[in-house]
């Protein structure tokens, strides 16, 4: 049935009939979806109704009675049911109700508003709260405009695999629409975001509400995790509810995710077991801090290879089985590989040349032995291509890696021999001196361009280690250069799940500084000290964030990364440049920050927020360093703008 | 720093300095300045010539600064050629200017070529100069911030 068909009795006739004709009566108030259907037997007949009686405005009832509720309150019931703290919003009308009904009938707490300046900004704030501890936020925008706002970040989510609850208001039936009301309308919502998001519903009463909100809540966390959409018709969120409304929040019940199927994941300990140079490599692995763990032991056991690709935090930097640092290397010599919740397993065992021409080449060995675990395989859609190119392996366990590891430890340590593990033990030696070396490497090209102004990445990141190296740290945003070798992955001791949170996801540039402020707001609770290297070009794209993280006091330590360029794309016009040969002294037109510079210290102090710079000298930044972490651990955000080089 | 002059030779490809295992690099530009350079010897005398191959022009010091940022090479390699994470560390005293000269004109990875046409030889003579005259880096230990 179209939605614009179908008969719904307006808000007035509820309110006339609950409160005239059939005090109680069940049948009435019943949600809309069931007056369509055959009404129960033993109900009063219904009243008399003729089409100006229907039609009539009941102008003497304008508020709530203390004894009613609305429809909205009860929505605040079930998002509560299912352990929101916080919701993510620019404020709009098309969501008024469920506004109201968090501030002053939830009290504004669990779930708290959070006043965000764009609706992108909203989801990536809830995209990367997310990633600190496992529990997904909810957003609110309007059906239309703010939808739109929000797709890029949307989309980020879904690219990263990422719950987030985006909320929309809409006003379904045009009879009662006032005029923006008609801007902010739409048949059908979520059709936007649908290629890229995992389920949404636009329920007709608020029994279908309730359950397709705590279904949505769990298809969004059942791996493989994706955003989700419910459509809040503005009707549904503002009538009150009618007295005798039998409304149950439902029960939620998380399924567990599957774990791969027991002679396969024998199978695979079979391999490990017998393999010369296993390796592990992880991705979206760690869905819990426990995933971390679970790895440690795995690789352990075996003294293979791990390899962070750092979707998610799945190993600690400086462990030394880990060859993150030479990823390529390892990869070469490997002859059993396990791809862990791999977005990318072709580009692991493959490269790419992007030259004037294109090619590519497999790097991994011809008979290397491929493995790969993922709930990748048990979804996918069309259009949108992150699903990447097909990549043939030897064996496919559709399937929770985190969830599969337990019992893939347990068979490879029933296989494991007093022989075995001698040669395990060379192994790991091997393994060790190796990441030392990378590791001892990385110091030493740190130590390049040290005094060299513009400030070097290397440099800049090698300050902000020496702060906080003695904090409970967590490095909220870092996500443009490359995830698994840039420079604080490559220099900091990450070992806790919560200092790496991966990246954008589907490369969205203006992703880093929200994802930075709700990172930072989900740290708070804990104490954290949350510390972003937040570049430039990123920043610009909704630098509202800075006043949200002032408004809401979430203690931040904001370091820019300014290098007065969207850099990455000056190198990519630069190749083009060199490839056509007519001319390579132009790359970087259209893609610089500067004319006039940036000043990002005072765009923060406009917005109450202690900063400073821009620092050119290295050697200026420890000390504004310390001034800013001085004014963070006062509980407040504080900006360090550092010019820098590219990268 | 005062003009400094670095005799650069310009050498067929046939005398390309050691071999370089290419393939490996192309992949992963990244790890490039993090692992040790097996052949990567540090040369700032004048390179082998053939019988026939005409001298190289001389390396000018403060040109080859000035072309490092204008065609682009700061980008990937970093202002001071110290290597970032899309391009390796290629100075000081790495590679000889053969080697030099033989990959900016036939780059077997990820960098884009500069061909004669937009790039001359000595050009490439200025730039290497440059890349020369890079000063040395502290020594690692003697830097609290990259204490360990």
Known sequence: MSRSTRSKPGLERRRFLQQGALAGAALVAAPRVAEAQAAPAAQAPPPVMTHAAEGAEPADVLTLRDDERAGSDFMVDVFKSLGFEHFFANPGSSFRGLHESVINYGGNKSPELITCCHEESSVAMAHAYYKVDGKPAGVMAHGTVGLQHASMAIYNAWCDRVPVYVILGNYADAAIRRGAEWYHGVQDAAAMVRDFTKWDDFPWSLTHFAESAVRAYQVAMTPPMAPVVMVLDGELQERPIARGERLVVPKLSMPVPPQGERGAVEEVARMLVAAEYPVLVADRMARTPNGMTLLIELAETLQAAVIDQGSRMNFPSRHPLNQTLRAR????????????????????????????????????????????????????????????????????????????????????????????????????????????????????????????????????????????????????????????????????????????????????????????????????RHGRLSVAIQTDGDMMYAPGVIWTAAHHRIPLLWVMNNNRAYHQEIMHVQKMCN?????????????????????????AQSMGVHAEGPITNPNDLGPALRRAMAVVKKGEPALVDVVTQAR | ???????????????????????????????????????????????????????????????????????????????????????????????????????????????????VKVLSDQDIADIYAWVQARPRPPAVNTLPQLAR
């Open chain 2, 1 to 115: 720093m005062s003009e400094m002059k670095v005799l650069v030779a310009v050498v067929l490809l046939a005398l390309a300095g050691p071999p370089l295992e290419r393939s490996r690099l192309a992949a992963e530009p990244a790890l490039r300045t993090q692992e040790s350079r097996p052949g990567a010897a540090a040369s700032q005398q004048p390179s082998r010539r053939g019988p026939g191959v005409p001298a190289a022009p001389l390396g000018r010091v403060d040109a080859g600064g000035v072309l490092f940022k204008k065609v682009g090479c700061y980008q990937c390699h970093g202002n001071e050629a110290q290597g970032g994470l899309s391009g390796p560390r290629i100075g000081p005293n790495l590679f000889p200017s053969t080697r030099f000269f033989e990959y900016l004109r036939k780059p077997t990875g990820e960098m884009p070529p500069y061909t």
């Open chain 1, 579 to 603: 490839g056509r040969n007519r001319g390579i002294d132009r790359g970087e037109v259209g893609s610089q920050l500067v004319d006039p510079n940036i000043d990002f210290a005072k765009l």
């Open chain 1, 329 to 524: 290397a390892a990869v070469t010599d490997a002859d059993v590989i396990v791809g862990l919740e791999l977005a990318d397993y072709w580009g692991t065992v493959n490269a790419l040349r992007d030259q004037l021409h294109r090619s590519s080449r497999q790097v991994a060995k011809a008979n290397a032995k491929l493995v790969s675990i993922t709930t990748g395989d048990l979804y996918i859609r069309a259009n949108y291509q992150d699903f990447r190119r097909l990549q043939a392996v030897d064996l496919a366990i559709g399937a929770d890696a985190e969830a599969t590891l337990p019992p893939l430890i347990d068979a490879v340590k029933r296989l494991v021999t007093a022989d075995r593990r001698r040669l395990f033990e060379e192994r790991g030696a091997k393994l060790t001196q190796a990441s030392r070396a990378a590791a001892e490497a990385a110091r030493v090209a740190a130590t390049y361009a040290w005094e060299a102004s513009p400030v070097s990445v290397a440099r800049l990141s090698a300050e902000v280690w020496a702060q906080i190296r003695g904090d409970d740290w967590s490095l909220v945003s870092s996500y443009y250069s490359n995830d698994q070798t840039n420079w604080p992955r490559r220099l900091w001791n990450f070992d806790k799940s919560y200092q790496w949170l991966g990246h954008a996801g589907g490369g969205g540039i203006g992703y880093g500084a929200p994802a930075a402020v709700g990172a930072a707001l989900a740290n708070r």
